[in-house]
Structure formats: C-alpha cells, structure tokens
C-alpha cells in the first residue's frame, strides 16, 4: 500500500528529526492556545486551525504590502487575535458555557465554516507563501543542517511560550485566571468578574495560536484548506499531551511535530498526518489523559 | 404492521405527508432536469441525516466522521462494479458489511475504553482521516487520482446496474428516504428505540434499568454506519467519480450533519425539514448571485455557516419542534388507549 | 425465611477515603429493611455497591444465593434488583410514560405489553394523570415518584430506595408509607430503603441498620436501634432525632 523510501543514512533521520522538532514547537504553541482555552473556559475551540489561518493571512498581506518579516509582524498579528478570541467569547460563546457539550462544539463547527470559506472567498484556493531573506539560509551544526527560518520560529515559539508561562505563574491576573478554571463558581463567589475573565482566556489562546500562524508563514505555505487540517492537528497534540496541561501541549507539539516528519520520511510524505492520528487513537485508548495530563474523576 | 407504523401520528400530520409524498411523486413530470437535480440532493441529505441521527439523535453519541461510511459505501460498490461488473444491488450488500464492521470497530474500541463526549466525536474524526490518508494510498481504486466509473449516454434506464438518468435516481433516492423515514418511525417505538433514548437522556440510568448500554450503543453505530454507507452507493453511482480527498474529507462530514441539526436533532423530520430548508435556501442563494453575476466559491458554505450559527443560537432544538408545534402536530406520546 | 440479599464483609475506599469498612448485613426475603445513618455515613455507597456501579474492594454481595458483586448495573437489575437514585436521574426529555416503559422493557417481551405495565405502576402510583408530562418538568415529590416508578417497573424481587421521601410533604410521606407497605404485603416485594424520615422508618421496617463513618454500628428493630447509645451519639453531632 505504501511506496516505501530507499535506506537512508542516520544522518539524514538525524535531520529530519531535527527539523520535526522546531516545526513541533511551533505546533506546541499553536496547541498551547487550545489547551488554554480548554483548561480555563471548559470549551473545546473547533475553529482553532481557522483562526492559525487567519493570522497566517494577516502574515501575508504585512508581508505583500509592506515587506513586514512575519516574525515582527507577530506582535501586531497577535494583538487583533487577542481582540478576536475576546470578542469571540464574550460576545458569542458566553451563553453556551452553561450549555450540553454538543452544541458548544457545533457553535464552534459553525463558526470555523464561516472563517475557512470567507478566507477561501478573499484569497482564493491556491497556496501563497513569503520568502524572506533568510529563507534559504541554514546553519551547520555537526552533522546537522539547520533551516534558519524553522530555527528562527521555533526559537519565537519558546519566547511567547516562556511568556505564557510566567504570566499564568506570576502574575495576580493569571492566577485570578487559573482560579477561575479550578473552581468557577468560587470565583464567582469571591467576586472575580469570570464573563472578562474567560473572554481574556480566550483572547490569550488565540493570539497564541496568532503568534503560532505568524511563526508558521515562515515556514509553509498557506490556503484556507489547511485550517481544518490545523484544528485536527491541535486535537491530537492537545490530547496526546494532556488536554488542559501546558507544558503536555509543548510536548505533545515537539512529539508530533517528529512522528510527522519521520513518518514522511520512512513512508510517503503525505501519509505522513496518518502517523499522528495513529498516535492520537493509542492515546485516547490508553491513556486518556493525555501524556502530561491529570486523571479526572 | 401498518398500524404499527402509523401509531402516534396526528391525522392531520399523515395528511399532510400524504400530500408531501404525492407532490415528491408528482413533481419531476413538471419540473426541469437541473430542479430534479436539487430535489435528488435533498432527498439525499435527508436520508444521511437520517442515517446519522440513530447515532446522535437517539442515542446520543456524536460523529463528525461519518463521511467515512459514505466513502467505503461508495468504494466498495464501486469496486465491484469497475472491477467484476457486480451490480450494485449485491454490492450494497459488501458496503453495509464494511461500514457495519468500521462502525463497529469504532464503537467498540470508544465504549470499552470509556471514550465519550467530544473525545468521540475526534476519536471518529481521526479514523475517517485515516480512510482518506488510506485511501489515496489504495492503489485497487487507483488511489488519489481517483477511481471513475464508466459513463455512456445511457438511452435508457438499467435499474440494475444503476445507470441511467437524474429522475431514476430522484425515484430510487425517493423511495430510501421514505423507508428511511418509517424504519426510523418503527425504531423509535421499539425496544432499542426506547433504550437509544434511555441512553441518551441518561447512561446511569439506563443501565440500573436493565440496559446493557454498550450493547445498544454498538447497535446504533453499525445501523447508522450501513445506513449511511447506502447513501454512499448512490453518490458514487450517481456521480460516477470517487475522490478520497473529497469524500471522506471532514467538510463532508459536517455538511451530512447540517440539515438534521437545523431541522432538530433526534426528531423523525428533521433531517427533512433541515434538508429541504438548506437546499431551498441554498439554491435562493445561488440564484441570486448568478442575477448579480458573482461566482466565487465558498459563498455557499458561509451561508451554510451562518444558518448552522443563527440555529444553535436561536434555535437550540432546531427548526422541527416549534414548526410542529406550530402546525399543531406535536403530540408527544404514542397515546394506544385513545 | 432465607436471606435475599447478602451483603459479607464488604469495603470501599475512594482515593484513601474509606467509605465503606467492612460492612455485612442480610436482608430476609419479604421484609422491609433500613438502612441508616448521618449524611456521609456511606448508606449511597452500599447501593452502589449492591447495584454494581462500584465493584467492592474486598467481600462479597449475594443475591438469591448468587454471588453478583463486579456484575454490571444492568445485570443486577436483570437478577431482580431495582433501584433508585438519591440525586434523581429522570430521562428529562422523555414524558412520565415513556420513562416508565423502559424499566418496564426489562419485564416485558414486547412494547405494548410495557406500556401495559407502565400504566399499572403509574396508576399504584398515582401518576397516571401525569403521563404526558416531560420528565424534566416535574417538580421533585414528582420525580421521586417517578424514579420509584421506574425501578418498581423493572420487576425487582428486591427494590433499593434511596431516600425517596426526602423533601416530601407529611401526608405524601404517609401515601408513600401505605404503598410500600401494600406491596410488601401483596406481592411480597423484599425492600431495603434509606431514609431519613423516622416516621417512615418506624413505620416501615422491623429491622434496621446502621452506619457511622462507614461502618455498621448497631442493627435491630426500630426500638431496640434508637435506645443504642452508640446510635445516639453518631447522630447528635449531626441533628438530635
Ligand atoms: N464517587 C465517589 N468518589 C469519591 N468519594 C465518594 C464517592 N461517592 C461517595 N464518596 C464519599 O464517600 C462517603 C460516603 O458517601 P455516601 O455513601 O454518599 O454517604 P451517605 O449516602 O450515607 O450520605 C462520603 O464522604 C462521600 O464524599
Ligand atoms: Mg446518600
């Protein structure tokens, strides 16, 4: 069934490996933002891909128009999808907080139809990338060949990452947050003002998944057929790390992120998606909780 | 039998149906090829939400893959049609046993490992990403280049091998979706209906009443999957072109839920109500855009969005049940004593 | 008369916590018994473990001279036990009929001769006017009702009442009390009920058992159980008697 490659020395495994772990850590963090929302407002964002997407486009039109490198244009990208993911919830998914978990889950299906195929009408199906003037570059380390825009990435990966991670650590409005998402109605009690608290979650988790797209315009290219692709994508990392577990999404990012590329390499390239739903079933069989994740009662 | 199906129906409601069923009969002597076209399609997405509410509707349990029935119900006919000039009528036969046993092997591996909720409804997902990925791999039906069947001006109607024109198929797709509709009926009110519901409304429940809930589970799923595989054998012998990155795509797999969720998940007319709704509008929409001279793809799929957004806000249960309530045919229960 | 239920030396921990210790306690075929204690004593605990929806850490159910501990929920209920739930579980989109049709399935061959069934535990019940209703619609006396009508429909040899007369009204206590006691008498039905109500407790059962931290520290008839000493000081902690 599948054509299967040529031996390959271990350098060129090495490489590859490499190169699925700074990918995987862009994956990370665009999962992290999903995991975040999941961990705090309990909603499961369908439409996560489409929102990677739209940053992307973002991404290109700064590019196009203004010759804007993606990795500057980052922040600005990251701030609209902040303002995005917080309209979205206080306006939007608010009142289906109280609601079963199948008609959040179809909002959400709702809202991720509408993103894909508005982003189809404005930019039509082909695929669209930049070339920035690293994009050829890489750099040698050992036997290693290191792409400089994956490097370069991953590296802003991390940065936004660590970023995360100390706000929900050590600042009073990230732990009012993870307050919040240990005990919402004694939140409520003490006064926090949940409704803005869960819309700034929101707004966290997708400008994640903003600096995410931005991050990944360096690397691939983008159409609007990717976002489904992209939501899928999140799932398995966010389960295969552990749904609500921050650094479970990294993990799970940086995991998949290698299973992809090698499974690309082993077999063919576009079979290469199947290694992490593969992955993602032993999981949920297994280990339901994901990697990092805590068992619920 | 018939009294059986009939039972708990309102007059006027049976009235009305009998009406409905005669202008489906009557309506392709008086309309255009492209109209019968659209009635096809509503009739064909009436019967997959069919299909797909025994899953969610009555038994509570949440697919977004069942594209993949469709995909090995179409596959699988198709291939032994292309390959062995089987005729579909005996290989619908080998698309319901695969599905039935895909839908099994989902069921079984989610509901002993105790995979519930949106955990699920991924875990279907991901095996319907599977059949795609697989698919375009599976050389037999010439992979992602996609396996065609052969197409001539067929001057006349073959019912056998299923080739001839739009109306044979609207008649054939006509008859599906009305026995989909009173199998559906008579499930409802039988034991497994009444455990589906069980289930649905509470699993610890049911269960301390006596049902073994895995078992009625795993019912729903393999009913639902060659229910819908059925479907599957149409569209490939109506389309005549199977593409994997197509059929099995999740895209396919939400527009199938559309209509039953906008018609109202879990009743008997909402996956008709729902289909006919969608379409009309769809096909307004088209018309409209062709008046004004735009073609842009993906116009329709943001209406279809919208509508699926403007339902689940404003109409959690769907458009059935206040409609119904509406036309007064919304009697609750099956009233055998008088 | 011979032991029904069985329950031999049975425990259950959650996370460490010790719910159950090393419980036993019989229940006669035929008899009314009660179970009792303050709230968090782990009286829920035992039905569960009874029902199956927990398998005992160590010891033993017997049912009918059957041992049935790690047997499915619906298994047991197919052996001859019915139960209800303290926090009810009605089919809330489902009406009072049709809720009461599917424990009457686990009984019948057919639908229709459920649906007989339902109507004449509805009608003991006092529902039947009811039966349209949507379950999610009742008020609570209503869905405790309900949820005893739904396992009485079920065909048990022995029902588990799980503090069904909590929040009742004294005269709805007494109408639950007198249809207890009739199908006691008439089908010979074996109850073992929780309750907190001691009216209805007295009324009802000749033995009584009861728990403290998850252990069974006294058991015998309603007078000999309230003079315990040891009964009294369990409760006062909680509310006098
Ligand atoms: N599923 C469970 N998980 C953890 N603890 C439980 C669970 N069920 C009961 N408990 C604990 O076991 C103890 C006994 O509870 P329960 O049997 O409900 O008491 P009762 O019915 O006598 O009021 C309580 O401390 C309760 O918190
Ligand atoms: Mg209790």
Redesign the interface.
């Known amino acids: 069934m599948f054509t299967r490659g040529s031996l390959v020395p271990a350098e060129i495994y090495l490489n590859v490996a490499a190169s699925g772990l700074l990918t995987g850590l862009v994956y990370g963090l665009m999962a992290l933002g999903l995991s975040v929302i999941f961990g705090v407002v309990r909603v499961v964002n369908f439409a996560h891909g489409e929102m990677m997407t739209v940053a992307m486009y973002i991404a290109l039109v700064l590019f196009t128009a203004y010759g804007l490198d993606p990795l500057v244009a980052m922040v600005p990208i990251a701030a609209v999808l902040f303002a995005f993911g917080y309209l979205l919830q206080a306006g939007l998914i608010n009142p289906f907080i109280t609601r079963p978990e199948h008609s959040q889950f179809m909002l959400l299906v709702a809202i991720a139809l509408i993103l894909v195929n508005l982003q189809l009408i404005a930019f039509g199906p082909d695929a669209q990338g930049v070339h920035t003037s690293y994009s050829f570059d890489s750099y040698a380390l050992g036997p290693l060949i290191i792409d400089a825009s994956k490097a370069y990435a991953a590296i802003a990966a991390l940065v936004v990452a660590a970023a995360l991670f100390a706000f929900f650590r050590f600042t009073l409005l990230g732990k009012a947050i993870r307050a919040c998402a240990d005990n919402y109605h004694g939140a409520l009690v003490v006064g926090l003002n949940v409704k803005h608290l869960y819309a700034l979650t929101f707004g966290l988790g997708a400008a994640c998944v903003g600096a995410a797209g931005a991050m990944l315009m360096v690397v691939i290219d983008v159409t609007p057929s990717i976002g489904p692709a992209y939501t899928l994508l999140a799932f398995v990392i966010v389960i295969t790390g552990g749904m609500g577990s921050m650094p479970g999404a990294l993990l799970g990012g940086v995991l998949i992120g290698v299973t992809e590329a090698l499974g690309g390499l082993l077999f063919t390239p576009s079979a290469k998606s199947m290694f992490a739903f593969g992955l993602l079933v032993l999981v949920l069989l297994f280990r339901p909780q994901g990697i990092l994740g805590k068992k619920t009662a | 039998m018939i009294k059986l199906l009939l039972a708990g129906v309102p007059r006027t409601g049976l009235l009305m149906l009998a009406i409905l069923l005669a202008l489906f009969v009557a309506l392709p002597f008086f309309v255009s090829d492209y109209l019968v076209t659209v009635l096809f399609l509503i009739l064909y997405f009436a019967f997959v939400g069919q299909a797909w509410n025994i899953m ?1 509707g009555f038994a509570g349990q ?1 697919s977004l893959g069942h594209a993949l029935y469709v995909g090995l119900g179409a596959y699988a006919a198709a291939a032994l049609y292309v390959h062995f000039g089987i005729s579909p009528w005996i290989g619908l036969w080998a698309s319901m046993g695969i599905s039935a046993v895909a839908g099994a092997i989902i069921g079984f ?1 989610a509901f002993r ?3 519930g ?3 699920f ?3 279907t ?3 319907a ?2 059949a795609r ?2 698919f ?4 037999w039906v010439d992979g ?1 280049s996609g396996f065609f069947l052969p197409v001539a001006n067929y001057t006349e109607n073959d019912l056998w091998n299923l080739r001839g024109s739009t109306r044979m198929f609207y008649y054939l797709m006509l008859g599906m979706t009305v026995a989909a509709l009173l199998a559906c009926h008579a499930l409802l ?3 497994a209906g ?2 589906w ?2 289930i ?3 699993p ?10 895995f078992k009625y589970k795993m019912y729903a799923v393999v009913l639902s999957a060659a229910m819908t595989s059925l479907a599957g054998v149409i569209f490939a012998f109506f389309y005549n072109n199977l593409f994997p990155e197509q059929i099995f795509h ?2 396919r797999s ?1 527009e199938l839920i559309l209509a039953p ?1 906008i018609g109202g998940v ?1 009743t008997l007319a909402g996956p008709l109500v729902g289909a006919f709704l969608l379409t009309a509008l769809a096909e307004g929409l088209r018309e409209v855009m062709l008046q004004l001279g735009v073609d ?4 329709k ?2 209406f ?3 509508c ?2 403007l339902v ?2 404003f109409l ?1 249960d769907g458009v059935w049940p206040p409609l119904s309530k509406l036309l007064g045919l919304d009697r ?2 099956p ?3 008088g | 008369m011979a032991a029904l239920l069985v329950v031999d030396n049975v425990s259950k921990s959650f996370s460490g916590l010790r719910a159950v210790q090393d419980v036993s306690f019989t229940v006669p075929a035929g008899e009314i018994v009660a179970l009792i204690g303050p709230n968090g004593a782990g009286k829920t605990t035992c039905f569960n473990l009874i029902a199956g929806v927990y398998r005992p850490d160590q010891g033993e159910v017997r049912f009918a001279d059957q041992r049935i501990d790690g047997w499915r929920p619906d298994q047991i209920c197919r052996a001859g036990i019915g139960r209800t739930f303290q926090l009810v579980k009605p089919f809330a989109g489902l009406s009072v009929l049709e809720n009461v049709t599917v424990g009457a399935l686990n009984a019948s061959a057919s639908v229709p001769e459920a649906q007989d069934r339902s109507k004449a535990v509805l009608d003991k019940l006092g529902l039947w006017s009811k039966r349209d209703r949507t379950a999610g619609a009742l008020t609570l006396p209503e869905r405790k009702l309900l949820e005893v009508a739904r396992a009485l429909a079920t065909g048990p040899r022995l029902l588990l009442l799980d503090e069904v007369m909590a929040g009742l009204r004294p005269t709805e206590v007494n109408t639950m009390v007198s249809l207890f006691r009739e199908l006691n008498a008439s089908s010979g039905l074996t109850i073992l009920l929780i309750e907190h109500v001691m009216r209805a407790v007295m009324a009802l059962s000749r033995t009584v058992v009861v728990l403290h931290h998850g252990q069974v520290i006294a058991a015998g008839t309603p007078d000999e159980v309230t003079r315990n000493p040891a009964v009294l000081e369990s409760y006062l902690g909680e509310e006098a008697l």
């Open positions: 969610m949440l591996l490992f105790g995979v909720g949106v955990y409804a991924i875990l997902i991901a095996f990403e599977f990925i697989g375009d791999h599976f050389t992602s009110r039988s034991r009444y455990y519901l069980a649905r409304e509470s610890e429940a049911a269960q301390a009443l006596g049902i073994n809930i999740i895209s939400i969720i879990g842009v793809p993906g116009v799929q943001v279809y969005g919208i699926l957004l689940v806000m959690p609750k229960t009233d055998r004593e």
